[in-house]
Nanobody, 121 residues
Framework: QVQLVESGGGLVQAGGSLNLSCAVS????????MGWYRQAPGKQRELVAL???????EYADSVKGRFTISSDFAKSTVYLQMNTLKREDTAVYYC???????????????WGQGTQVTVSS
């Protein structure tokens, strides 16, 4: 069974940095893309950043220049380096992956359980 396992959230002061990681567990055939979304209290879940299997990236305007997404698809892992964090970055961050599990032959969307990022002033 395929699962996404996240780590790296926590509490940090404004201006600080955190690094999130997300690894795919289970047997997979291919990964189309992986990414990070976040959801703050009372708000909709929004895209933070994503990276495709060929290395193309996309960022939300609010994080451009501060966050960097990277991947090691050989290890089925994606990272999110978050620098110069602001209070408004406080949210639950969810890992997302579009992938084809082994012996399934069809692409599915998977979500991690979420990791809390809290930025204090």
């Amino acid at each position: 069974q395929v699962q996404l396992v996240e780590s790296g959230g926590g509490l940090v002061q404004a201006g600080g940095s955190l690094n999130l990681s997300c690894a795919v567990s289970g047997e997979i055939f291919s990964i189309s893309h992986m990414g990070w979304y976040r959801q703050a209290p009372g708000k909709q879940r929004e895209l933070v950043a994503l990276i495709t299997g060929v290395g193309n990236t996309e960022y939300a305007d609010s994080v451009k220049g501060r966050f960097t997404i990277s991947s090691d698809f050989a290890k089925s892992t994606v990272y999110l380096q978050m620098n110069t964090l602001k209070r408004e970055d406080t949210a639950v961050y969810y890992c997302n992956a579009d992938l084809v599990p082994l012996r399934v032959g069809e692409e599915y969307v998977y979500w991690g359980q979420g990791t809390q990022v809290t930025v204090s002033s």
